[in-house]
Nanobody, 119 residues
Framework: QVQLVESGGGLVQPGGSLRLSCVAS????????MGWYRRAPGKQRELVAD???????NYHISVKGRFTISKDNAKNTVYLQMNSLKPEDTAVYFC?????????????WGQGTQVTVSS
């Protein structure tokens, strides 16, 4: 089993920054990739960014150039640095760990952390 614990959400003004952290524990050897998703009120959950074991990253077009995903393998932690935040970034952000077995992907989710961008 894999457990994910997120931290770092909060209230920030437009243009501000936040850094989310996600610590993975348990059977993490097979995790690939790890990432962040978000769900805004009235909208479906969407991928924000993910990073593979090899370090390859992928971003939603709306956050490219503003958000940066990174990982610290020694700490089993994935970060999401969010800069130039906009009100439309307001959402619950979820850490995700994926594991592909054959043609099937299994997902583990964190509990979510609220990010609110408002003046």
């Amino acid at each position: 089993q894999v457990q994910l614990v997120e931290s770092g959400g909060g209230l920030v003004q437009p243009g501000g920054s936040l850094r989310l952290s996600c610590v993975a524990s348990g059977n993490i050897g097979s995790i690939n990739p790890m990432g962040w998703y978000r769900r805004a009120p009235g909208k479906q959950r969407e991928l924000v960014a993910d990073i593979t074991r090899a370090g390859r990253t992928n971003y939603h077009i709306s956050v490219k150039g503003r958000f940066t995903i990174s990982k610290d393998n020694a700490k089993n932690t994935v970060y999401l640095q969010m800069n130039s935040l906009k009100p439309e970034d307001t959402a619950v952000y979820f850490c995700n760990a994926g594991r592909v077995v054959g043609d099937t992907r299994y997902d583990v989710w964190g509990q979510g952390t609220q990010v609110t961008v408002s003046s």
